[in-house]
């Protein structure tokens, strides 16, 4: 049986700011989140659980990697997508790394199923415009969207300065916290790890964190929203 969502986003919000838990890695003694491994449980079968309604989505005037500005309300609508925070020098193996992984994995399944690919947005925001440039993001892009050669749906964006990305930032209630001791320009941060599942209608049905983030489960997750999407057209058309 399926945890409800709300429950499922608690522990998941919890664990964020717990240490890392689940796999051994084998390397000097580190902890890997579940999300690098197999699931340790078979995935619930998309369609058969609902995904409830948490938040209305936010938007935003980002920037995308041509330096244009971007309105991200645009990108949380009419598809489902999903949307996560980093900034691209992080080394935290549980943390940005981690995320991208998971949406490249999400995004290796859209190349392969056209349903996913047509209908799947990706989104990721850097919340560093001082060392994630336009210029840099691009670079991080092409790194990441040549997969089997489809051409993916997946929006790298970044901001002006930390002025303009922290109204998004507290929109999405994602916790960022800048380490102003680093020297060099190349700034750490403290943060919450969350990825956001949302619907055409720009809702916010899933929320996910370290303990709870996993390929398998949001791409099941992600079909089972199409497959509402799907039922909804069809009732609205007999």
């Given at each position: ?5 709300h ?5 998941g919000?919890l ?56 309105e ?19 080394d ?26 047509e ?14 440039t ?14 089997d ?11 002006e ?49 370290m303990?709870?983030l ?25």
């Amino acid at each position: 049986m399926r945890l409800s969502c709300h429950f499922v986003v608690l522990l998941g919000l919890l664990a964020a700011s717990c240490s890392s838990i689940a796999v051994e890695s084998g390397r000097q003694g580190a902890y890997l989140a579940p999300g690098w491994g197999k699931l340790s449980f078979d995935a619930p079968e998309a369609g058969t659980y609902q995904l409830p309604v948490l938040l209305s989505a936010a938007g935003g005037t980002l920037l995308g990697t041509d330096g244009r500005p971007v309105e991200l309300s645009e990108l949380v609508e009419n598809k489902v997508t999903l949307l996560s925070f980093i900034f691209r020098t992080c080394d935290d193996v549980n943390g940005c790394p981690l995320s991208t992984m998971v949406l490249r994995t999400v995004a290796a399944h859209m190349a392969k199923e056209p349903q996913l690919g047509e209908r799947l947005r990706l989104v990721t925001i850097s919340f560093d415009p001082q060392n994630d440039t336009p210029a840099a993001m691009a670079d991080y892009e092409r790194s990441f969207v040549n997969i089997d050669g489809a051409e993916l749906d997946w929006n790298f964006l970044t901001s002006e300065s930390d002025e303009q990305i922290k109204p998004v930032l507290d929109a999405y209630q994602q916790f960022v916290v800048r380490d102003v001791t680093k020297s060099g320009g190349r700034g750490k941060f403290s943060h919450i790890l969350r990825v956001y599942l949302i619907d055409p209608e720009a809702q916010i049905r899933n929320i996910y964190s370290m303990s709870f983030l996993h390929p398998d489960i949001l791409v099941n997750d992600v079909k089972t929203l199409l497959m509402e999407e799907t039922r909804s057209a069809v009732a609205s058309n007999p």
